[in-house]
């Protein structure tokens, strides 16, 4: 099955533009293109996509607008935001996601360097053709790996003695920690750590969206950043994060698994620091990134969560965990919001 996708922007460069790179990537036919959100969703029967990408800005509907429609009348159809780097685009950017957008795209600010966006898109519809493949051939390609049994036990680990939490996620990512993030009471009294795959720029927006809602305090980390009792310090796109002798430390050493900020990182330095006093959780997400991590936190006596198989827009991060055989339960994001609630006072 191909990824038929519709281009939705008001600018006709910027149609031609994505048009012309999407068509150039294998298993990808662009099946039709719209000026705004309205004329997208009055298109939608007749050209019947399975991948829309979206602009933001757009006259008589914009991209929020209409992926509400999208996700509530065919929520089966995947939505990819193209977003501007402005303060103001990443944010509009967060809203997309909370609300059901698969990922987003950055729009160069040079009109005449379009090799960022080829690649991004190019990266991202290789993503989406593998979610609009038949199931079982999807989960051949997204975990690659077999899988263990889902009716793992909790044992007799003490959620009393926790004193930090470390979540890793990718694409899908956001709207699962919003959900998550937003649970959890003051009464933690502990610090959270939070690794999603984001660009720079767009990380201190989605903390500042989660920070507006949640009863902890949520930044993006900065270097030399003590680390404080009910805050959660989301990982600054581009920036590895580390903990070390409570405080932050960031770096910019190399991509680890094609991405920076990595889970892996953090979780194998939060086990350093913390010992077997650690709830670990694995979600949604393309790849293997954080099972060396929940390996290190596994190995010190802390205690692993995965996002089960049905609630993933991906299961790679939480399959691969899996089948490493470091994760203690695999829950849904609600009933993983209940275990963090076990660690109140």
Do not use: W
Request: include cysteine.
């Amino acid at each position: 099955m191909q990824v038929r996708l519709m281009v939705v922007d008001d600018s006709a460069f910027m149609r031609k533009i994505v048009s012309d790179a999407a068509s150039k990537v294998t298993g990808v036919t662009v099946v039709g293109t719209a000026r705004n959100g309205l004329d997208a969703i009055e298109n939608i029967e007749r050209y019947r996509p399975n991948i829309i990408t979206m602009d933001v800005e757009m006259p008589k509907m914009n991209g929020i607008e209409a992926l509400k429609i999208i996700k509530r009348d065919h929520p089966e159809i995947e939505v990819i935001m193209l977003s501007s780097h402005s303060k103001e685009g990443s944010l509009v950017t967060m809203e997309a996601l909370e609300l059901g957008a698969l990922d987003f795209i950055e729009k160069s600010s040079d009109r005449g360097d379009l090799s960022f966006l080829t690649s991004q898109l190019e990266s991202k519809l290789l993503m989406a053709e593998v979610l609009t493949k038949p199931k079982e051939v999807r989960e051949k390609v997204k975990e690659a790996v077999p899988q263990r049994r889902e009716s793992l036990s909790a044992g007799g680990f003490d959620y009393r003695k926790v004193k930090a939490v470390v979540l890793g996620a990718s694409t899908g990512g956001p709207k699962v920690l919003f959900q998550i993030v937003r649970q959890i009471p003051k009464e933690l009294n502990l610090p959270v750590f939070i690794v999603q795959h984001m660009p720079k720029g767009f990380t201190k927006s989605f903390a500042e969206r989660m920070d507006g809602d949640s009863a902890l305090k949520v930044v993006e980390a900065e270097e030399g950043m003590s680390v404080e009792n009910n805050t959660v310090y989301v990982a600054p796109g581009d920036f590895h994060m580390v903990v070390e002798s409570g405080k932050i430390r960031l770096n910019q050493k190399p991509k680890l698994h094609g991405v920076r900020p990595a889970a892996d990182f953090l979780m194998e330095s939060v086990a350093r620091s913390y010992g077997g006093h650690v709830l670990a959780v694995i979600l949604t997400g393309m790849g293997k990134d954080g099972a060396a991590g929940l390996m290190s936190i596994k190995e010190a006596g802390g205690h692993v969560l995965a996002q089960n198989r049905e609630t993933c827009v991906v299961y790679g991060m939480p399959g691969y965990a899996v089948s490493s055989g470091v994760v203690d339960e695999i829950l849904s994001p609600e009933d993983i919001s209940g275990r963090i609630l076990r660690i109140v006072r």
